[in-house]
């Protein structure tokens, strides 16, 4: 070989810069930096325990989510039921959010019909009775006093006549 092949020499700037075709050469590890591996320590024990504490009670809250997802649609109609699946798939809080949106749309029957109420039944109407009204005024008076105060304060005020005439009979009595 030529002794000036072997020496080193000096590249000119436009001899160090890369051939702007394809074919340049591979790039050697001096170019690319070599990846760097995170240093191989265990999990601290308390962290593995928390994560596990946190993936069972995420496992808890989405079966119980799963669960009232579940008798949700079951009070809704066959064809929300479908509309929901399709939108929203298995997911059941994705579920929940599609019937509630169908529902604020009125797209879905609510799980109460209009015009139902939650109210206890009412008491069946007393016979009349033969005394006179001031009489019945004071008697449902005195029971709205025990198990309504309010209404019974609104009841003396619209009857108010009629009671101080039945406690005046009563008393003269």
Do not use: C, H, W
Request: charged residues 20%; without cysteine.
């Amino acid at each position: 070989m030529d002794a000036a092949a072997e020496t080193p020499t000096e590249a000119t700037p436009q001899e160090s810069a890369p051939a702007p075709s394809s074919a340049t050469a591979p790039a050697t590890e001096a170019q690319a930096p070599a990846p760097v591996a995170a240093p191989a320590t265990a999990p601290d024990a308390s962290l593995v325990e928390r994560l596990a504490a946190l993936e069972a009670q995420t496992r808890a809250q989405s079966e119980a989510l799963a669960g009232f997802a579940a008798q949700a649609l079951a009070d809704v109609p066959e064809s929300v039921r479908k509309a929901v699946s399709e939108l929203a798939g298995d997911d059941a809080a994705k579920q929940l959010s599609t019937l509630a949106a169908l529902r604020r749309n009125g797209l879905a029957a609510s799980a109460v019909p209009q015009g139902t109420t939650t109210a206890p039944v009412a008491a069946a109407p007393q016979p009349a009775s033969s005394r006179d009204e001031d009489t019945d005024a004071l008697d449902t008076y005195r029971k709205l006093q025990t198990s309504a105060p309010i209404v019974a304060a609104t009841f003396r005020t619209a009857n108010l006549k009629r009671i101080e005439r039945a406690l005046a009979r009563t008393k003269s009595s």
